[in-house]
């Protein structure tokens, strides 16, 4: 297994019955990358990541971690790996404190260094106040917080994350991913997994994707490159009266623009990726004096995650 | 991968202790702890209720009195306790933080098992503490049957804890799972056993009542109510069967066939057991069922 990968899957399969969840994927992950695995619903994300922590077993195929096939030996190749799998739920009788504990007792750590490790995770989580109360009393958001702080025990360099922002409210979303995002910065042999549906959320926190769609994987690319891999710019530009046939073909007719079409009120205009282009289209319109008063990319990510789906279905 | 290592038994002995923590402070465990409390004052009141009192009995009927419910008591326990320790994990999804750590299902199987089997042993050890001091008090001394019975009920509580965990591994609510539990413990296994009828020393419920027939007065005294009904039976047979009306023959004739069956085997006499023998039916009992769950168990998926 190359160094460079720390997470690695070959030629992976997991079948139900009839039904393939995961169909021959093959994935290597980078290491210290925080990588987003995005896919639709059944596109066979979570199972995957259900199989490289152990919690389902593949039909067949092999996945790595840290060089240790997790189908052979879960124990040795789950040592250095914290999970945190949807929004798991905690021994309601126990502390954030006793908790932490119990899992660093289970991976073998010493009484001093549990105690240090679950200050600073704490800490880190922002917990440190709600260390001694029971964890039955807690939020969503203070337990995912928890459940975060619980797979960083022991220090890992693999973080398995499956949509930890699950069903929280956007307070707790924004906490969860602050956590993330100071873990991704702090951290020199850190490499993050994180599958997830908002793709805000993984532009936000990730540098590399990987898609996945009928359990095969589609791309795997820095975030830069999936954004800009098929070469279109969209923008909308808003006017202050319905837009007329004469002003779409004005547009239109620009020798940059690829195309332009009326969007209910507005008009959508489809230019190369290039910012000289946007500039240019920038400067035309408001020579145009069409009453047009803002201009706004969509959101690129949504649009190229769209236009792979929809070509792999 | 060897199958078994030494930092495996450190990790069972976690789980166990956690899931002790848990047994100690979740409600089952004080309600287990309420019904056993509550059996004790009822059998210990009633008699000076009724008029009688305790002092000058023999210490087998003391025995006798304190042991009679002690196995339907253990499977209600068992019921509580063990019945939930698998599924839970599912259910609750705790199993999404201790599965995904570097142990094995196994270990976690075995702490699981220890714990449970502690935390029941820790019930009943109360309640036979409490006998002993009545049999201090009003008998003055400590029969060796007691130490026997308390050896078999933790037999029983470790092999109807495996019928537990079977029910455990394979439902996916711990409510179901504990209300089959119950009925599977005190109901099917018994009626089982009284339809198979003879000497089922085989099954787990017949196993399971050398908790009280090791006590040989009560086996003594039980089969004594038993052949007087008998005898008490035959004679009105003999009686009817004297009138010569053919209608009230036909009825003696159903009689004779229940008292011939002991009223279709609810009503056998009990065979003073063989100790060894049923100790090795628990056990016999207990391993394979926790086999049966530990397969399911390490095989079972989120």
Redo the contacts between chains.
């Keep these: 297994m190359s160094t460079d990968s720390p997470i690695e899957i070959v030629d992976l399969r997991k079948e139900y019955g009839s039904f393939t969840a995961v169909n021959g994927l093959n994935l290597s992950i980078k290491k210290n990358s925080f990588t987003g695995l995005l896919g639709p619903n059944g596109a066979g994300k979570s199972t995957t990541l259900?199989i490289l922590?152990?919690?389902?077993?593949a039909t067949s195929g092999e996945a790595y971690l840290n060089g240790v096939d997790v189908t052979?030996?879960?124990?040795?190749?789950?040592?250095n790996?914290g999970?945190v799998?949807?929004?798991?739920?905690?021994?309601p009788?126990?502390t954030p404190r006793?908790?932490m504990r119990?899992?660093g007792?289970?991976?073998?750590m010493n009484k001093e260094s549990i105690k240090t490790e679950t200050e600073e995770i704490l800490e880190k989580v922002k917990m440190t106040d709600w260390g001694d109360k029971r964890l039955g009393t807690f939020s969503k958001g203070m337990r995912q917080r928890i459940?975060l702080g619980?797979a960083l025990m022991n220090d890992p360099n693999i973080i398995i994350l499956d949509e930890p922002t699950s069903g929280l409210d956007p307070r707790g979303m924004a906490e969860i991913r602050e956590v993330l995002k100071n873990l991704r910065n702090d951290s020199n042999d850190l490499t993050i997994v994180m599958s997830s549906h908002i793709l805000t959320e993984v532009q936000d926190l990730c540098d590399r994707i990987a898609m996945i769609n009928h359990g095969t994987l589609l791309m795997d690319d820095d975030i830069s490159a999936f954004v800009t891999s098929h070469g279109v710019r969209s923008v909308i530009a808003k006017t202050a009266e319905i837009p007329t046939a004469e002003l779409i073909d004005r547009i239109g007719q620009l020798d940059y623009v690829r195309s332009a079409e009326r969007l209910g009120n507005d008009v959508q205009i489809f230019i190369g990726d290039s910012n000289e282009e946007r500039n240019r289209l920038f400067n035309d319109l408001a020579q145009m004096n069409a009453g047009i008063y803002s201009l706004a990319e969509t959101d690129k990510l949504e649009e190229t995650y769209l236009d792979i789906i929809k070509e792999s279905a | 991968m060897s199958f078994i290592e030494l930092d495996d038994f450190r990790q069972a002995a976690m789980v166990a202790k956690n899931e002790l923590i848990k047994g100690m402070r979740g409600k089952k465990f004080l309600v287990s702890l309420a019904v056993i409390l509550l059996v004790f004052v009822l059998i210990t009141v009633i008699p000076y209720a009724t008029g009688g009192t305790w002092s000058g009995k023999a210490a087998s009927d003391i025995l006798s009195s304190y042991l009679s419910y002690i196995s339907m008591i253990s499977l209600l326990i068992v019921a509580l306790l063990s019945s939930v320790a698998i599924v839970s994990e599912f259910e609750e999804r705790t199993a999404l933080i201790l599965f995904t750590r570097p142990i094995k299902r196994t270990t976690i199987f075995l702490g699981k098992l220890m714990a449970c089997f502690a935390i029941t042993a820790l019930i009943m050890l109360v309640y036979y503490l409490l006998v002993t001091a009545m049999l201090a008090i009003f008998a003055g001394t400590i029969p060796w049957e007691l130490i026997i019975s308390l050896c078999f009920c933790l037999l029983y509580v470790f092999a109807a804890s495996g019928i537990a965990f079977i029910i455990s591994a394979f439902l996916k609510k711990s409510s179901v799972a504990t209300i089959i539990t119950l009925l599977g413990l005190l109901m099917v296994i018994p009626i089982v056993s009284t339809m198979i009828g003879g000497d089922t020393w085989y099954m787990l419920d017949t196993a399971g009542n050398t908790i009280i027939t090791c006590v040989p007065e009560y086996v003594d005294s039980y089969n004594a109510i038993i052949y007087e009904w008998v005898e008490y039976m035959q004679k009105a047979i003999d009686y009817m069967n004297l009138s010569g009306d053919a209608e009230i023959m036909q009825v003696a004739a159903i009689m004779q066939g229940m008292v011939d069956s002991y009223m279709f085997g609810m009503m056998e006499p009990i065979a003073t057991p063989d100790l060894l023998r049923e100790a090795g039916i628990l056990i016999a009992w207990g391993v394979s069922a926790y086999f049966i769950a530990w397969l399911k168990f390490i095989r079972r998926e989120f």
């Design positions: 259900k922590t152990h919690l389902i077993k052979k030996d879960p124990k040795a190749a789950l040592t790996v999970t799998i949807e929004t798991p739920e905690f021994y009788y126990l006793e908790t119990y899992v007792e289970l991976i073998g459940a619980q």
